[in-house]
């Protein structure tokens, strides 16, 4: 997992939580969609660290369990992975846990943290690896500049 210090934190704290497509499975850390995210809003002015808080194999019970580790005092905007936890549960036997995923959502409400879902759509076969799951880093870049916008609209005026 990625380190989640805050010691030089940015002026606004984002953090991309979910399974192994926030975590970056199969690409290297700087190709990671949050990672890109970050030198996106860079290039447009935002001093705004985006930590990556993605763990493989991560059900949405997982994350339910490290929510607030995953997500520090002070974030405020969560990237929410919406398709992995709930893949990861069913691949293993365990169910959809939507029960679990609707408890992050209500828990990260109740911190007044503003929640940007991260889906797969419009994510072509030519975005993904071989195993047809994880992104490619043309993937990442992908999802990140459909991020970008509601990102900036969260975080309003420079």
């Given at each position: 997992?990625?380190a989640l210090s805050l010691a030089g934190a940015a002026h606004a704290q984002i953090v991309a939580l979910g399974a192994s497509n926030v975590a970056g499975?199969?690409?290297?850390?700087?190709?990671?969609?949050?990672?890109?995210?970050?030198?996106?809003?860079?290039?447009?002015?935002?001093?705004a660290h985006v930590a990556n808080a993605g763990v493989n194999g991560n059900t949405n019970a997982d994350l339910l369990a490290r929510l607030d580790q995953?997500?520090?005092?002070?974030?405020?905007?969560?990237?929410?992975?919406?398709?992995?936890?709930?893949?990861?549960?069913?691949?293993?036997?365990?169910?959809?846990?939507?029960?679990?995923?609707?408890?992050?959502?209500?828990?990260?409400?109740?911190?007044?943290?503003?929640?940007?879902?991260?889906?797969?759509?419009?994510?072509?076969?030519?975005?993904?690896?071989?195993?047809?799951?994880?992104?490619?880093?043309?993937?990442?870049?992908?999802?990140?500049?459909?991020?970008?916008?509601?990102?900036?609209?969260?975080?309003?005026?420079?």
């Amino acid at each position: 997992m990625a380190a989640l210090s805050l010691a030089g934190a940015a002026h606004a704290q984002i953090v991309a939580l979910g399974a192994s497509n926030v975590a970056g499975r199969g690409v290297s850390s700087s190709e990671a969609f949050p990672a890109q995210l970050e030198r996106m809003l860079a290039a447009k002015g935002y001093n705004a660290h985006v930590a990556n808080a993605g763990v493989n194999g991560n059900t949405n019970a997982d994350l339910l369990a490290r929510l607030d580790q995953a997500v520090p005092a002070g974030t405020r905007i969560v990237l929410l992975g919406t398709l992995g936890g709930a893949y990861n549960a069913r691949r293993l036997g365990l169910g959809d846990q939507k029960a679990d995923f609707a408890s992050i959502v209500a828990r990260l409400r109740s911190r007044g943290i503003k929640i940007i879902p991260v889906t797969g759509s419009g994510v072509t076969r030519k975005y993904l690896q071989a195993d047809r799951v994880h992104l490619t880093a043309d993937g990442h870049a992908l999802v990140a500049a459909r991020l970008l916008p509601s990102v900036i609209q969260a975080l309003g005026r420079k």
